[in-house]
């Protein structure tokens, strides 16, 4: 049984770039070892979510995505800016949480702007929302603007490195079965 990766892209737009830078870093993570993969938006999670006030109210669909998020072996978080943080949905998707469903969890943080301006977002705004939730979130933190895509797929290779070196980073997870026998394999 291979390990699950889920992606949430904190985003209602279709398409979209956090939804694309997402789906990029999950994918090269899973292509790298060996992963299965799921991704998911904020339109997947459905309109339970903006009247639950807890998660018992949540209808089937909303459960299930958060189940998936909870139960996943990874996950790849991205958001987008608004007004220099996430939006207030993405949030409160997040705040359904126990904490307890993700200490220990890697996790790799992602954000999209419309410019450099709003980068900061990764490291003021959504490492510590995780660190309260004691997940463990990568060191390298991806944060992609506008210029760094054309028809919604990743073209900087400033980005792709980014990308490569937070995908690299799950490789200290040794503990995880497929990336230690990926990373035995390679010897």
Known sequence: ?????????????????????VEHIAGLAAANYGFSSKIYD????????????????LDEQASQVLDDIVKADVLVVGSPTYKGSYPG????????????????????ISATGGGDR?????????????GFFMAHTLPTA???????????????????????????????????????ATLQAAE
């Open 42 to 57: 904020l339109k997947d999670v459905g309109p339970s979510l903006g009247t639950a006030l807890w998660r018992s109210e």
């Open 118 to 130: 709003h980068a900061l977002i990764v490291e003021h705004q959504l490492r510590p929302l995780f």
């Open 142 to 180: 991806v944060y992609a603007s506008d210029r760094d895509f054309v028809d919604y797929k990743v073209v900087s290779e400033a980005l792709s490195g980014r990308i490569g070196s937070v995908v690299d980073e799950l490789a200290a997870f040794a503990f995880l079965p497929s990336v230690k």
């Open 1 to 21: 049984m291979s390990l699950r990766l889920v992606g949430i892209a904190g985003s209602f737009n279709r398409p979209s770039k956090t939804y694309a830078l």
């Open 89 to 108: 949905l993405f949030k409160h998707l997040i705040d359904l949480i126990e904490p307890s469903e993700l200490r220990s969890k890697p996790i790799i």
